[in-house]
T-cell receptor, first 112, second 113 residues
Framework: SAVISQKPSRDICQRGTSLTIQCQVD?????MFWYRQQPGQSLTLIAT?????????ESGFVIDKFPISRPNLTFSTLTVSNMSPEDSSIYLC?????????FGPGTRLTVL | GESVGLHLPTLSVQEGDNSIINCAYS??????FIWYKQESGKGPQFIID?????DKRQGQRVTVLLNKTVKHLSLQIAATQPGDSAVYFC????????????FGTGTRLQVFP
């Protein structure tokens, strides 16, 4: 299994600013992912972050808005850039080990 | 496009009864399915998985059934307890891209005494 932690757990930000979310895994993993979850809804994949290569973004998500870093096999960051109230959501980090995919507790972001 | 969806957005059951949560998927080539439980304020937690070459798999108090003919997945929870109250998601790894995990819409399970 893998234990995933995220920082910050929540934040309230002003529109136009940027927030970087950190994700730490307690073991080395090849595949890490970032998801968004609107209140009361399901999880939507933002991008896949693999070490040593650029992140792969899903339809509707772009690198300029959600830049991702993956400097090593245990850590990744997601930046939400130039935020607007529509970016208010829960952002979850995820990592896959073998067949199992684990999730962090999420970062609850509110944009005013 | 493909989708993984659920029939019942909210399910209320009495403590001690069995719960059945359903999920429909549209990609007949999908190879691997997972059920997750998400409690309030937490990330999804793995419950049980099943591969497309199986039609049933059992865990502790949980059973997953896969019907490939009608592309239907279900999660059965035996002797439902208050701690089972959560949102349950089915998720799918499509065979065309095994990097991706696609989530269904979710069912909220409420357990009352």
């Amino acid at each position: 299994s893998a234990v995933i932690s995220q920082k910050p757990s929540r934040d309230i930000c002003q529109r136009g600013t940027s927030l970087t979310i950190q994700c730490q895994v307690d073991s080395q993993v090849t595949m890490m992912f970032w998801y968004r979850q609107q209140p009361g809804q399901s999880l939507t994949l933002i991008a896949t972050a693999n070490q040593g290569s650029e992140a792969t973004y899903e339809s509707g998500f772009v690198i300029d808005k959600f830049p991702i870093s993956r400097p090593n096999l245990t850590f990744s960051t997601l930046t939400v850039s130039n935020m607007s109230p529509e970016d208010s959501s829960i952002y979850l980090c995820s990592a896959r080990t073998g067949d199992e995919q684990f999730f962090g507790p999420g970062t609850r972001l509110t944009v005013l | 496009g493909e989708s993984v969806g659920l029939h019942l957005p909210t399910l209320s059951v009495q403590e001690g009864d069995n719960s059945i949560i359903n999920c429909a998927y549209s990609n007949s080539a999908s190879d691997y399915f997972i059920w997750y439980k998400q409690e309030s304020g937490k990330g999804p937690q793995f419950i049980i998985d099943i591969r497309s070459n199986m039609d049933k798999r059992q865990g502790q108090r949980v059973t997953v059934l896969l019907n490939k003919t009608v592309k239907h997945l279900s999660l059965q929870i035996a002797a439902t307890q208050p701690g089972d109250s959560a949102v349950y998601f089915c998720a799918e790894i499509p065979s065309y891209n095994t990097d991706k995990l696609i989530f269904g819409t979710g069912t909220r399970l409420q357990v009352f005494p």
